[in-house]
T-cell receptor
């Protein structure tokens, strides 16, 4: 069975600095999708970034980018120029091609932005 | 993407009562999902709802406790029946777009006294 591990329960970063959130996963599938979601105190779950496993190029969305290491089964999220609005819980999620549409979730990392 | 609304946004209920949560999406979608998120936890999938078929429940969740309706391609409801304080959670609906990406509603915060 697939698993997703976020080993950092909490991270903090100074405003305008860069922070990296870690995510590792375990799977025997060769094709799959990986996601980072953000959940601010408002509790809305917001898609931050998506990576297709067959793409070697790392996904980027403005200040958010990933470091996807398929062989190492690692999928870290880098947030550049951190802003106060980035404070939230960040969840890593996996979706296999044959996983019956289910997302497998990590436990989450709480990101604190220091002004 | 998709724009999803949920009603109510929050509620406080007495034990033994039932609450129905509505989820409306701005476009037609095949797959809709209902999740529970207990305080400080990640998301747990309750069930998957396809239009025109019975919902598929995950282990630990049963239809008598969490009946789901899916009358059309833009709407679904989840009922939390015979509530107890252990049902206090955030309930979220989501839809799948493009065969792989889920987009979420704003959630319903439920407190059972």
């Amino acid at each position: 069975a697939q698993t997703v591990t976020q080993s950092q329960p909490e991270m903090s970063v100074q405003e305008a600095e860069t922070v990296t959130l870690s995510c590792t996963y375990d799977t025997s599938e060769s094709d799959y999708y990986l996601f980072w979601y953000k959940q601010p105190p408002s509790r809305q779950m917001i898609l931050v970034i998506r990576q297709e496993a067959y793409k070697q190029q790392n996904a980027t969305e403005n200040r958010f980018s990933v470091n996807f290491q398929k062989a190492a089964k690692s999928f870290s999220l880098k947030i550049s120029d951190s802003q106060l609005g980035d404070a939230a819980m960040y969840f890593c999620a996996y979706r296999g091609m044959d996983s019956n549409y289910q997302l497998i979730w990590g436990a989450g990392t709480k990101l604190i932005i220091k002004p | 993407s998709a724009v999803i609304s949920q009603k109510p946004s929050r509620d406080i209920c007495q034990r033994g009562t039932s609450l129905t949560i509505q989820c409306q999406v701005d476009s037609q979608v095949t797959m809709m999902f209902w999740y529970r998120q207990q305080p400080g936890q990640s998301l747990t999938l309750i069930a998957t709802a396809n239009q025109g078929s019975e919902a598929t429940y995950e282990s630990g969740f049963v239809i008598d406790k969490f009946p789901i309706s899916r009358p059309n391609l833009t709407f679904s409801t989840l009922t939390v029946s015979n509530m107890s304080p252990e049902d206090s959670s955030i309930y979220l609906c989501s839809v799948e777009v493009g065969r792989e990406t889920q987009y979420f509603g704003p959630g319903t915060r439920l407190l059972v006294l």
